[in-house]
């Protein structure tokens, strides 16, 4: 959760991009697919604007 959340502050995904599939996501970070999909849904709840397009998600920039 905080590195993805790191990544978005630091402008790692820009306005728009495509986040890395939750797979990808949890092979990169070591934890499990499920992790992930919890860590979006807390930086939703948090106010970050995520959207699910086909179970990709994008970054809007939308930051609280």
């Known amino acids: 959760y905080e590195q993805v959340k790191n990544d978005i502050i630091k402008g790692r995904y820009k ?8 797979r990808v996501m949890a092979e990169a970070n070591g934890v499990s697919v ?3 999909s919890h860590a979006y849904e807390l930086l939703i709840e948090e106010g970050y604007d995520l ?3 086909q179970n990709r998600f994008f970054d809007h920039c939308m930051h609280p």
């Open 15 to 22: 306005k728009g991009t495509k986040l890395p599939s939750k």
């Open 34 to 36: 499920i992790t992930i």
């Open 51 to 53: 959207h699910s397009n």
